[in-house]
């Protein structure tokens, strides 16, 4: 009886077992499947994210890239304003820029824009104007030329002696003009004035109530924002500064010759031992200006194409000079000098091409108005008794230009310019 109830038992306990061993089996069926179902499941959620990524990139890209390419709809500088939005109402510009189509990216927009109209800050025009190419061939037939920039606080009254002085050599000439913001300069469409008033940063100024007086460092970046617009254009060559007050002494042929042909930049450059010289230099410039560096002269210099990059590239010693040069220092008596002194001394002239009278004595130099105007006058200034030196070589012929004059100068010189200056 015992033995047929162990046996039971035994029976029973091995089909407990066997249960057991079939419920574990189905289990990791179950679990097998349930594996190969999420597996299956997952491996095409993959494929479809790794196929459609390429799609999402690009996307992502395109639309950074409308993000972060700028607004060329105002391309009159660097770049060609290929649109024709600026129809005068009757359609005559903008059937005459239908017929003159061009492509904004061209070689010959960028090298020589044909406006000086632009909406870049000084920082970005400055950037702009310092490229310089490391291939030396240009690839366009380059006509070297002299840009003529006026720094000015108004009208241009020997504007009318300029244009005749002017006349018939464009090819070999660009004309840049600053004047204070908000004036415009009345002039015909066939002056070589029309349309070449360079951006004067006018929300700068009118925010600070300020004026591009004589004298201040808003001068000396007057300055330089004529140089780095006039560097826009490749082909200009040679930078001459001029005041509304200045007329030339000889006829464009020789004034061209002269420049382009010159080793030499000229600006006035000296070290004067006094308190109008010496005396302005301040020790909060050391170390990097010092004392037997300092320099001064005048403010009406020329200069080669190397060298006007070079003074509107600067930031490091002109903030020195923003800083530490105040009246009675002058920036725009010291701060080129100085850095042609320090820099550049070996390829200086160390003098200017505009004569000045300064034997009254005083701040400023004489003016002559129409009494003063004479052709024995103006032969003494073109052919100086003191002789100078060009391209290491003596000579009579030193300056180009002269000033001051009052605006009743003109008459008189324009009657005499083409017996005397030969224009």
């Not at 029976?11 to 289990?27: D, F, N, V, Y």
């Not at 003529?148 to 018939?168: I, S, T, V």
């Not at 009406?300 to 490091?316: G, L, Q, T």
Request: net charge neutral.
């Amino acid at each position: 009886m015992a033995r047929v109830r162990a046996g039971e038992k035994e029976e029973g306990l091995e089909k407990h077992i066997g249960l057991l061993k079939l419920a574990q089996t189905l289990s990791f069926l179950l679990i097998f499947m349930a594996g190969i179902i999420i597996g299956l499941a997952a491996s095409s959620h993959i494929d479809r994210y790794f196929n459609s990524l390429p799609q999402m990139l690009s996307s992502s890209s395109s639309s950074a890239s409308l993000q972060t390419i700028p607004d060329y709809s105002n391309c009159t500088v660097i770049h060609r304003d290929c649109s024709n939005d600026d129809d005068d109402g009757g359609g005559v510009k903008a059937a005459k820029k239908k017929d003159e189509i061009r492509d904004c990216w061209s070689v010959d927009g960028f090298v020589r824009p044909e406006e000086v109209r632009h909406r870049m800050s000084d920082d970005e025009l400055f950037w702009r104007a310092s490229m310089v190419p490391v291939k030396e061939e240009y690839p366009y037939d380059r006509v070297p030329k002299v840009a003529f920039m006026f720094l000015a606080r108004g009208p241009l009254p020997m504007l009318p002696l300029w244009e005749k002085f002017f006349r018939g050599n464009e090819k070999y000439l660009s004309v840049y003009v600053h004047t204070p913001p908000g004036y415009d300069m009345n002039v015909s469409s066939d002056s070589p004035f029309y349309d070449r008033q360079v951006p004067s940063q006018a929300s700068f100024f009118t925010k600070l109530g300020l004026k591009v007086a004589w004298g201040s460092p808003l001068l000396t970046d007057a300055e330089k924002r004529l140089l780095a617009n006039a560097l826009l254009d490749f082909s200009n060559e040679r930078f001459v500064l001029l005041s509304e007050s200045c007329v030339p002494v000889y006829n464009f042929t020789t004034v061209y010759s002269y420049l382009i042909n010159s080793a030499y930049s000229f600006v006035d450059s000296y070290d004067e031992p006094t308190r109008y010289g010496r005396g302005r230099y301040s020790r909060k410039m050391l170390p990097d200006i010092k004392l037997h560096n300092w320099r001064k002269g005048s403010q009406w210099f020329e200069v080669n194409r190397k060298i006007a990059i070079y003074i509107i590239s600067d930031s490091k010693y002109y903030s020195l000079f923003k800083q530490y040069c105040r009246p009675a220092c002058y920036p725009d008596e010291h701060y080129i000098p100085t850095l042609l002194n320090m820099f550049h001394g070996s390829v200086n002239a160390n003098r200017s091409v505009t004569w000045v009278d300064w034997s009254i004595g005083g701040p400023h130099p004489a003016t002559y108005g129409a009494d003063n105007i004479t052709e024995g006058f103006l032969q003494s200034i073109r052919k100086n008794e003191t002789d100078c030196l060009y391209n290491e070589e003596p000579t009579s012929l030193c300056f180009l230009f002269a000033r001051k004059f009052a605006p009743s100068a003109l008459a008189p010189l324009m009657n005499l310019s083409s017996t005397v200056m030969g224009f």
